[in-house]
């Protein structure tokens, strides 16, 4: 049997004429399908691999209202601690309404030592300064 009656012996496609092809539409389709598909996996995917942001630590608080100017440290001292859900310290409160005075640096670490202890987790992760 050579191939040209072997082809000849085939039976025709059972589809109809147009479906035995692909043609430019069905191609878009099933491209518009799979761009489909791929964003729906990645809507599922993506929170998974999101960087997490850890909570600073309160050295790293300190540091931060220490590189402020003189000034702005009071006020960001007050939002750090009504932040994590702590009383503003005296120190602190005092500093808020006399341009002049200075924080005490040792009992702003000891107060913020506190109120990180007893904040929680997610206060601890939103506080910045």
């Known amino acids: 049997m050579t191939p040209e ?13 147009g479906a035995a092809g692909l043609d430019a539409g069905a191609l878009v389709a099933a491209f518009g399908l799979g761009l489909l598909i791929a964003f729906g996996f990645f809507a599922l995917v993506r ?3 999101r960087a997490r942001r850890g909570a600073p630590r309160p050295g790293e608080l300190l ?3 220490a590189a402020l100017p003189e000034a702005a440290r009071p006020l960001a001292a007050a939002r750090l601690f ?3 859900g702590a009383p503003v310290p005296e120190t602190v409160a005092r500093g808020l309404y006399r341009p002049g ?3 005490d640096t040792g ?3 000891a107060a913020l030592a506190r109120a990180w202890a007893g904040a929680d987790g997610a206060a601890r992760r939103a506080a910045h300064v």
């Open 82 to 84: 009504s932040g994590l």
């Open 101 to 103: 005075a200075k924080l």
């Open 107 to 109: 009992e702003v670490e």
């Open 63 to 65: 540091a931060g209202l």
């Open 5 to 17: 009656e072997f082809i000849a012996a085939l039976h025709a496609p059972r589809l109809p004429e």
């Open 47 to 49: 929170p998974a691999f």
